[in-house]
Each structure stands twice: as structure tokens, then as C-alpha cells.
């Protein structure tokens, strides 16, 4: 059983800048897919970036150039550098944990992220 606690969300306004940051328990962090998630109010959630344990990144469009994950194994913390934000990117976020082999999927609680114009 992995718990993802987030931290890190508040309100900002447009151009501003926010780090998330996911502490997750257990000891088998390193083999987890890390990512970053996020809903809108009245949308569908969808991906905003992954990491795997090796650093490699991946990223949804509309957040490329402007978002950066990054992960800290010896931590077990997967952390989300928010820069020149806009208010679309206003949402909940949440930490996503994934074990492909083992089947084993977690969520955080989410953080709100709010981005006056």
C-alpha cells in the first residue's frame, strides 16, 4: 500500500509560479511510474506529466516549456515546478503512483491550484 500526500497548491496569479510537491510512503518508490494529474471543474481529469524512476519525463502539451517534474528517490517525493501559470491551468492536482508489473495504481487527496487573471 503506497499513501501520496500532496502539498504545495494556493492561489497565484497569471504569470506567477507554484512547486507541488507528493511524499509517498513504502519502501518500493523507486519502481513506481510518478505523475502529475489534474481536473477542472466540469472537465475530465487528465495528465499533465510522468517520470519514471530513470528521470524520464513526459508532458501534456499545453503545459510544455512552462511545467517540470522532477523526482527525488533517496526522498521518496515526486515534485511539479509550475512557472508563467495561466488561469486555465487553475484545477485540483493530483499525484499519480503506478506499478505496471504489479498492477498497483494509487491516487493522492489532490491540492487546489487556483490562477487569477
Known amino acids: 500500500q503506497v499513501q501520496l500526500v500532496e502539498s504545495g497548491g494556493g492561489l497565484v496569479q497569471a504569470g506567477g509560479s507554484l512547486r507541488l510537491s507528493c511524499a509517498a510512503s513504502?519502501?518500493?518508490?523507486?519502481?513506481?511510474?510518478m505523475g502529475w494529474y489534474r481536473q477542472a471543474p466540469g472537465k475530465q481529469r487528465e495528465l499533465v506529466a510522468t517520470?519514471?524512476?530513470?528521470?524520464?519525463?513526459n508532458y501534456a502539451d499545453s503545459v510544455k516549456g512552462r511545467f517540470t517534474i522532477s523526482r527525488d528517490n533517496a526522498k521518496n517525493t515526486v515534485y511539479l515546478q509550475m512557472n508563467s501559470l495561466k488561469p486555465e491551468d487553475t484545477a485540483v492536482y493530483y499525484c499519480?503512483?503506478?506499478?505496471?508489473?504489479?498492477?498497483?495504481?494509487?491516487w493522492g487527496q489532490g491540492t487546489q491550484v487556483t490562477v487569477s487573471s
Open positions: 499519480h503512483a503506478e506499478w505496471l508489473s504489479m498492477a498497483r495504481v494509487y
Open positions: 513504502g519502501t518500493m518508490f523507486r519502481m513506481y511510474v
Open positions: 517520470i519514471t524512476s530513470g528521470g524520464t519525463t
